[in-house]
């Protein structure tokens, strides 16, 4: 091709001397007909994605600025990383030197040996991290979001797609929010397994809320073993996709706000018997609106036992939520404001980048 055009690569190491192989395998390239110039990032440590028991990784990204085709740059990585000993004998094995064509400009590309954007990139804290330190300003031409976002999204973490998994996916909202409608509109798309809170079912529930306080370990305890039932890992949803209109931490939030010091540690002992037996969410949904439209909500809904819900009522439960989620590393979350999925027609496009979060092939439907 005649023009150049700004590529990005991800690089990794975790056998030998990694810092070295990297920063000559950068070189190397560099020297390369049709690369006219490399900038590297600064190299990260990070853990092994898949395998603890490997040695960590140091990684780092590349811009590269380049007149060859994506498929002649993709070829000129795997040449390299065979030369500088890389040996392919399985999907997460250590290596000498890994290279990963990250970005070729805004291209978008599908074939059996070559996806670009790298499928997973959106997924990786020590891919995005290099990417943005080299460029602040990239978008990924596939989920049409900013990498800054994205990187948001994983709080520092990092994570593999997982088909033996069971595709769970978890809104977490304030009361009046939306999330059940969400749910329910997510799990028609995707064909999934709806998974709602049985609050018609707590027979606690208007009592505590017309100030049978007594009642409320009952009813919080009532909710945790009704998830609970819904979510275990050695119940009759093992695979497939699963959509929650509930958080199975919210638990916690409801408990703090509801129980007082005796009842709370007492809930806490079932709870923490019960947290380890369920299913991780690989995706949560962060729905997110105004107090004051949450509470309108309530008041259209009108379920008479809701009616006495105040602003600092739901503003307790926003910083419950605030609280876990700034150290939530379990999966991905998506923040998503309310108002962009108020229409059905905002739902398959959610939906389709939701898809990337998920393992499998996807049962869409029109």
């Known amino acids: 091709m005649s023009g150049a055009v700004k590529a990005y690569v991800g690089l990794g190491s975790n056998l030998g001397d990694r810092e070295q192989t990297i920063r000559r395998a950068a070189q190397y390239l560099q020297q390369q007909d049709g690369v006219l110039s490399l900038r590297l990032s600064s190299l990260t440590r990070w853990p092994a994605l898949g395998d603890s028991e490997q040695a960590e990784y140091l990684n780092a990204a590349a811009e590269v600025v380049t007149t060859l085709s994506c498929r002649r740059l993709f070829d000129l990585l795997r040449q390299t990383e065979t030369r500088f000993g890389r040996q392919r004998n399985g999907r997460w094995e250590p290596r000498t030197l890994d290279l990963d064509l990250l970005l070729y400009d805004t291209l978008l590309l599908e074939e059996p040996d070559l996806v670009v954007p790298h499928s997973q990139m959106h997924l990786r804290s020590f891919v995005l991290k290099g990417l943005l330190e080299l460029n602040p300003d990239l978008v990924c031409p596939r989920l049409r979001r900013p990498l ?24 977490g909202g304030l009361i009046g929010v939306g999330k059940s409608t969400l749910a329910e509109r997510l799990a028609r798309v995707f064909s999934a397994h709806l998974l709602k809170e049985e609050y018609d079912k707590n027979p606690f529930l208007e009592k505590v809320y017309h100030g049978q306080s007594h009642l409320a370990l009952d009813s919080e305890l009532f909710f945790l073993g009704s998830s609970a039932s819904q979510l275990r890992k050695d119940g009759k949803l093992r695979q497939g996709i699963a959509v929650s209109d509930y958080v199975f931490f919210k638990a916690l939030i409801y408990a703090r706000q509801w129980l007082d010091s005796d009842a709370l540690s007492q809930y806490m002992q079932v709870y923490e018997s019960v947290a380890n037996q369920v299913h991780t969410p690989v995706l949560v949904i962060f729905l997110e609106d105004t107090v004051s439209n949450c ?3 309530i008041r259209c809904r009108n379920r008479p036992y809701e009616q006495g819900i105040d602003a600092s009522f739901l503003e307790a439960q926003r910083n419950g939520y605030e609280e876990i989620l700034a150290r939530w590393t379990a999966c991905p979350v998506i923040r998503l404001n309310a108002a ?6 905002q739902i398959l496009p959610l939906a389709k980048e939701i898809s990337y979060y998920l393992a499998g092939e996807k049962p869409w439907k029109s």
């Not at 962009?340 to 027609?345: A, L, R, S």
Request: hydrophobic residues 40%; contains cysteine; proline residues 6%.
């Open 148 to 171: 800054r976002v994205l990187a948001q999204r994983l709080n520092g973490g990092n994570f593999a797609l997982d088909p033996g998994r069971l595709q769970l996916i978890s809104i």
């Open 295 to 297: 509470l309108e909500r």
């Open 340 to 345: 962009e999925c108020v229409h059905p027609e």
